[in-house]
């Protein structure tokens, strides 16, 4: 079964940074593109970021853009998300996706397995 778990969150300052990891079996992971997404109660689902199967290539939101890198280490079956200059509009439930192909999408329901999250709080 695919099984998709997520790490890393807690809290940090203004400024901050994180590293949140995704842990990802059950699939060819290197086979799959693989996205992170962030859910804010009230405020809805907003896509993140997203990278292509070889790790090759990227894409990200507006709002993140130039803070946070997506990366990937297919030998360990691993997501990861750099946040860095992180804002108190960051804090959000992060949790990452496995993509129907192995190309780069933003649109979610291209996605078909999803993590449960991990909370990231940006507050001083």
């Known amino acids: 079964q695919v099984q998709l778990v997520e790490s890393g969150g807690g809290l940090a300052q203004p400024g901050g940074s994180l590293r949140l990891s995704c842990t990802a079996s059950?699939?060819?992971?290197?086979?799959?593109?693989m996205s992170w997404s962030r859910q804010v109660p009230g405020k809805g689902l907003e896509w993140v970021s997203a990278i292509d199967s070889d790790g090759s290539d990227s894409y990200y939101a507006e709002s993140v853009k130039g803070r946070f890198t997506i990366s990937r280490d297919n030998a360990k079956n691993t997501l990861y998300l750099q946040m860095n200059s992180l804002k108190p509009e960051d804090t959000a439930l992060y949790s990452c996706?496995?993509?129907?192909?192995?190309?780069?999408?933003?649109?979610?329901?291209?996605?078909?397995?999803w993590g449960q999250g991990t909370q990231v709080t940006v507050s001083s």
């Open positions: 059950g699939f060819t992971f290197s086979s799959y593109a």
């Open positions: 996706q496995k993509a129907i192909t192995n190309c780069i999408t933003d649109k979610l329901h291209e996605y078909d397995y």
